[in-house]
């Protein structure tokens, strides 16, 4: 059972335009959520984490946006360049809920995103 | 440079035949995490360490052993490898899991093929 979704397995946007990239979850114990970054032959990257008491973070370009009712978040990054060219990884935790727990983060299955010159 | 290391990079090897992936921190992290990724199943689990002497299993555990003896290093061990465990596999660790200021660090992964 898949408990974080990434339903789209690619995403191809225009240079300078808006890139969403979204991620469904089924676990409602997820109070933490983050965004990691991945370029090929490298390890995933930290970019973005939203705590479920938000429903918005924003640093840079890159915004996310929490919707606990929905079980939804996305990540907005405006404008898209062509470093953004990556896959992206929707992650998430029960960590602070459950004070730090052990069970580890979920991940989606990963988008791969790329930037349309 | 706060990093985590993994060795080797790629690694062929055949059935059966033991093998250690090692993993090393350099930034005194707590917690360390070995994950696996596939074609179309994205990053899972496969052990943790809350700390040293202190390990355990994540989503996919079979075919894997880990221990945690110091701090700094924690190796992913195949004793008996087989060619489902064809995969990359990522070392991941922070100082402090499941807060929101303290995101995992991975390295840059070990690509493993058993033939």
């Known amino acids: 059972d898949q408990q974080v979704k990434q339903n789209s397995p690619s995403l191809s946007v225009q240079e300078g335009r808006i890139s969403i990239l979204n991620c469904d979850y089924t676990?409602?114990?997820?109070?933490?959520f983050l965004w990691y970054k991945k370029y090929p032959a490298e390890g995933p990257t930290f970019l973005i984490s939203?705590?479920?008491?938000?429903d918005k973070n924003e640093d840079g370009r890159f915004t996310v946006f929490l919707n606990k009712s929905a079980k939804h978040l996305s990540l907005h990054i405006v404008p898209s360049q062509p470093g953004d060219s990556a896959v992206y990884f929707c992650a998430a935790s029960a960590g602070e809920a459950s004070g730090g727990g052990a069970d580890g983060l979920t991940f989606g299955k990963g988008t791969h995103l790329i930037i349309q010159p | 440079e706060a990093q985590v290391t993994q060795n080797p990079r790629y690694l062929i090897t055949v059935t059966g035949k033991k093998l250690t992936v090692t993993c090393s921190q350099n930034m005194n992290h707590e917690y360390m995490s070995w994950y696996r990724q596939d074609p179309g199943l994205g990053l899972r689990q496969i052990y943790y360490?809350?700390?040293?002497?202190?390990?355990d299993k994540g989503d996919v555990p079979e075919g894997y052993k880990v221990s945690r003896k110091e701090k700094r290093n924690f190796p992913l061990i195949l004793e008996s490898p087989s060619p489902n465990q064809t995969s990359l596999y990522f070392c991941?660790?922070?100082?402090?899991?499941?807060?929101?200021?303290?995101?995992?660090?991975f390295g840059n992964g070990t690509r493993l093929t058993v033939t």
């Open positions: 939203i705590s479920s008491i938000k």
């Open positions: 991941a660790s922070t100082a402090r899991y499941g807060y929101t200021n303290s995101p995992l660090h």
């Open positions: 360490s809350m700390n040293v002497e202190v390990t």
């Open positions: 676990n409602s114990m997820f109070d933490y």
